[in-house]
């Protein structure tokens, strides 16, 4: 039985930086798929980047933004955020071609410091994100219970809570990252914004009915620190489909389809670097295509392009995604493995493991051991990992994997088994479906 047989939706307010998406990787896909069998007039969503929402799964979008914030701070308090409606896709992908060529907020992007994080925070309260027309919204969905997806912002929370407790509503909160840990650091807004992250989850995590949790290691450690109730769910997958995987040793493709940041980037032109000297030295062909929706630095692009071994390919939609992977012999998954970007990963699994599972192709991986997204395909035996980031250990395992077809062909076939039973879109939702339900009856 599946929640679409159930005839009452309690109405969720979506909160999270990244709009609803079934092409663009990351957190809003696997929104899409927790809330794919929900009422979509039962849905509505604040999202808080430029981000181009998709009319699929919900129809009720308010965008509020960094850009908007800094607006209505410096220039204009008449800036109150908008309703995102289906005529305002196409401007809003001129808009962000603009933005995405500002120098000022390029360099803003790029120095992300504890300091520009503190400001940032300072901004958003400052300039009043409480506007009218985001209270217009709000009220006319009048949403019965909160989910948010938390980040590393403390003007988030700080909205989270101001809706939460303006409507008497309960709250549902969804981790990804691990932003509240400390390392050491001289820099002492370092250490204020960490205190003010764990005083922000440490409210959301006591005033939340449950907290979803992306992996068992979080779920662990997050009970242990700031108490709670928790539910474990990954991104999940709707279709089982997979192409028939035929095995060639000839002009053997690799693909890298996510996000470059965090220095995943630096692993991928590694990667890409040991192709090129097996090629050369041992006549061993593979080659990397690498794709992402944001267009990297000169510095990266030129790290990522060693024609024909390694190249970035720009960016997919949901259709052209599982075309490339259907031609693919290898997915790669890749993680840093400098300390500062180890804390952030280090209990997030990505959400693109399940979708390659799904693909029955065989994932090759390259990360640290202790982060939680390698320790899972390590675990459960689903790919061929690297823990190292020497090229001679990555150099030694791209030549086993490419020369051992009945390897490749176990991993492939594995990992549909576990994405079937772990990551079933389907079972996921309801289980999704009857948290908030609970939720929202016990609170009423």
């Not at 955020?81 to 360099?107: A, F, P, Q, R, T």
């Not at 981790?175 to 003010?196: A, N």
């Not at 040991?274 to 006549?283: Q, V």
């Not at 593979?286 to 000169?298: H, K, N, Q």
Request: positive net charge; glycine residues 4%.
């Amino acid at each position: 039985m599946t929640i679409k047989q159930h005839i009452l939706y309690p109405r969720v307010l979506i909160i999270s930086h990244n709009a609803l998406s079934n092409s663009q990787d990351g957190n809003g896909r696997t929104l899409s798929a927790f809330f794919g069998q929900w009422d979509t007039n039962s849905l509505a969503q604040v999202y808080l980047t430029t981000d181009i929402p998709e009319f699929t799964v919900c129809k009720k979008f308010f965008q509020i933004n960094d850009v908007d914030i800094l607006k209505r701070f410096f220039l204009n308090k008449k800036i109150q955020g908008k309703v995102v409606l289906n005529s305002d896709l196409s401007g809003m992908e001129d808009y962000k071609k603009v933005i995405k060529k500002s120098k000022l907020l390029n360099i803003i992007r790029n120095n992300m410091s504890p300091f520009v994080r503190f400001l940032r925070d300072s901004i958003w309260s400052i300039s009043g994100y409480k506007t009218g027309e985001l209270i217009k919204f709000i009220d006319e969905f009048n949403p019965q219970v909160v989910f948010f997806l938390s980040g590393n912002s403390v003007f988030s929370f700080a909205l989270t809570k101001w809706i939460c407790k303006t409507k008497k509503i309960p709250l549902i909160m969804q981790t990804t990252d691990d932003y509240v840990t400390g390392k050491f650091s001289l820099d002492p807004f370092f250490w204020i914004q960490l205190f003010r992250l764990k005083c922000a989850y440490q409210w959301a995590v006591s005033y939340s009915d449950c907290v979803i949790a992306i992996g068992d290691k979080m779920a662990v450690e997050y009970k242990i620190r700031f108490g709670g109730k928790y539910f474990v769910a990954m991104n999940s997958i709707s279709n089982f489909n997979p192409s028939k995987y035929t095995s060639t040793n000839q002009n053997i493709k690799f693909t890298y389809a996510g996000n470059l940041g965090l220095n995943r980037w630096k692993i991928l032109a590694l990667i890409g670097e040991s192709l090129a000297e097996l090629s050369h030295e041992e006549g061993i062909n593979g080659e990397l295509a690498v794709y992402a929706l944001t267009t990297p630095e000169d510095k990266q692009l030129l790290a990522l392009n060693i024609p024909p071994f390694c190249s970035f390919k720009g960016g997919l939609n949901n259709d052209q995604l599982t075309t490339v992977r259907e031609h693919s012999d290898f997915l790669v998954h890749v993680e840093a493995f400098d300390n500062a970007n180890k804390y952030i990963t280090r209990l997030s699994i990505s959400t693109k493991i399940p979708e390659y599972l799904a693909s029955e192709r065989c994932i090759f991986a390259v990360g640290p051991k202790d982060v939680a997204s390698m320790q899972y395909l390590m675990d459960y035996d689903l790919g061929v990992t690297v823990i190292s980031n020497k090229k001679t250990d990555i150099k030694k395992a791209l030549k086993e994997i490419i020369l051992n077809t009945e390897m490749k062909i176990k991993y492939a076939k594995q990992g549909v088994e576990v994405a079937k039973t772990r990551h079933n879109a389907i079972k996921t939702a309801e289980s999704i479906f009857q948290i908030i339900s609970s939720t929202v009856e016990i609170k009423h």
